[in-house]
Structures are given as C-alpha cells and as structure tokens.
C-alpha cells in the first residue's frame, strides 16, 4: 500500500483537492474529520481537554468548542497544549485506519502534516500550492475577514514557501480548476503512485 499526505495552507485549496480524489474513487482519511472526534465523550482526550480546560466545560460535560477555539486563538501556549492532546488522537486513529485498509493507495488529508510531524505516516507527500499573494485575497474572501486578520491566520502555520520545498510533489492551485484537475491526474498517473 502506498500511503500519500495531502497538505497545504490556509485556504491554499486541499479541500478542492481531496474532493476530486473521493469522486475519482480514491480513500482520503481526513485529519480535521478525526481531531474533531478526539472532543467525543469517552475518548482519552476528551478526558484530558476537560481537565486543562475546566472553564469549557458545560453542565452536561460538553466540551464548548466555540469558547475553546477563541482561548486556543489567541494564547500560543494554550494553542500548543490542546495540540499536544489533539496530534496523537489524530495520528493513532489515522494509523488505525491505514492497517484496517485494503487498499492499494490511501490519501491522508492533514492540515498541519508538517507543524504536528506527521510525515513518518506517509510514504510521499502532495503540497498543494499558491503563492501567499493568492492565498491572503482567497482566505479574506472565504472567511469575510480584512488583510491583517487573514496574516494573523497564516502566520498560525508553517509558511507555504516552506512546504513547498519540503514536498515530494507540489500541485500547483494559482490557475484554477481545470488546471489544478490536470495536474491532479498527472500525479494519478505519475511514479509517485506507482513507483
């Protein structure tokens, strides 16, 4: 089985990407998907969130999503503790799921795959490019937000300069649709599947 991560950054256009690949047929495991379940109630980290972040926590033991997202937002430190909970929840379920398959190429969907070290999963890794030009007026545009709220957001994450040099293959999403589906069945068809 060949296992390929998928990454980018904000509003860098993976879910466009991923998208095509399901209708294609192919498994895409989707990190965000499963870190939104390590908040479940009975899962390890659900147990460890309650307790470092006592004040998000309802009357029924509910974790607040919303009042955790804004606290993690804007502290870094608290950031990196609820990551430290979340990125292992993530990696085992993924790692889980990769044994289960049979199939013979399996696509990982990871935001962060870089910043959380998760390219020990992978056998190649896919970034999926625009300059941060494009990105910036795409994340003011999708998220209605001014210039420096969308830096703000990008500076969260590892550059995509940065990625881009440390990819096996960089798709490139400056072009649009028809290009960027181009060169997603290039890769398709290309050595990196099947080498």
Do not use: W
Not at 109 to 135: G, S, T
Not at 166 to 183: H, I, M, P, R, T
Request: aromatic letters at 8%; one cysteine or more.
């Amino acid at each position: 089985m060949k296992v390929i991560g998928i990454t980018s950054s904000i509003a860098g256009g993976k879910s466009t990407v991923t998208n095509y690949l399901r209708k294609k047929g192919y498994t895409v495991l989707d990190a965000d998907e499963i870190s939104h379940h390590a908040l479940d109630k009975g899962t390890r980290s659900y147990y460890q969130v309650m307790e470092m972040f006592k004040e998000c926590v309802d009357e029924n033991r509910n974790i607040n999503r919303h009042k955790l997202g804004q606290i993690v937002f804007n502290d870094s430190r608290m950031k990196k503790q609820l990551e430290d909970i979340i990125h292992p929840y993530v990696s085992s379920t993924m790692k889980k799921q990769i044994q289960q398959s049979d199939e013979d190429v399996i696509f990982l969907d990871i935001p962060l795959l870089y910043e959380a070290h998760f390219e020990y999963l992978c056998d190649k890794i896919i970034v999926v490019y625009v300059d941060e030009d494009i990105q910036c007026e795409r994340l003011m545009k999708r998220n209605h937000i001014d210039k420096q709220e969308a830096f703000h957001l990008m500076q969260q994450q590892m550059s995509i300069e940065e990625k881009k040099n440390k990819a096996d293959y960089v798709l490139d999403n400056s072009l649009g649709f028809e290009d960027l589906y181009q060169n997603i069945e290039r890769i398709l068809n290309s050595e990196i599947i099947y080498e």
